[in-house]
């Protein structure tokens, strides 16, 4: 059973930051990709920021400059830098991984549970 487990989230004013952590359970065999979406109330879930085997980073438009997605080595682990935060950036967080759970498994995303970032003006 793969777990993705999230934490970091929490209340912070404008301008100051936040570090988001994703744990993926270690009874699998490969990560493939690991991102953070996020979905604030009435709007669509979006893609915050990603990063892949090969480390290569991809990030929305609106967190350039401000967030840095980043990983452990052996990945187990992703974590979401978040700096001069704005009110706008308040929604749920959550961490998506796309994993091979055993070496004949089929890659299959998997989602957590979520954490809650709110940022006051």
């Known amino acids: 059973q793969v777990q ?3 934490s970091g989230g929490g209340l912070v004013q404008a301008g100051g930051s936040l570090r ?3 744990a993926a359970s270690t009874n699998i065999f490969s990560i493939n990709a690991m991102g953070w979406y996020r979905q604030a109330p009435g709007k669509q879930r979006e893609l915050v920021a990603a990063i892949t085997r090969s ?3 991809n990030y929305a438009d609106f967190v350039k400059g401000r967030f840095t997605i980043s990983r452990d080595n052996p990945w187990t682990t992703v974590y979401l830098q978040m700096n001069s935060l704005k ?3 308040t929604a749920v967080y959550y961490c998506n991984a796309f994993i091979l759970a055993t070496p004949i498994s ?3 995303y998997y989602w957590g549970q979520g954490t809650q970032v709110t940022v006051s003006s």
Do not use: I
């Open 4 to 6: 993705l487990v999230e």
């Open 20 to 22: 988001l952590t994703c």
């Open 55 to 57: 480390a290569g980073t």
């Open 87 to 89: 009110p706008e950036d």
């Open 106 to 108: 089929r890659g299959t």
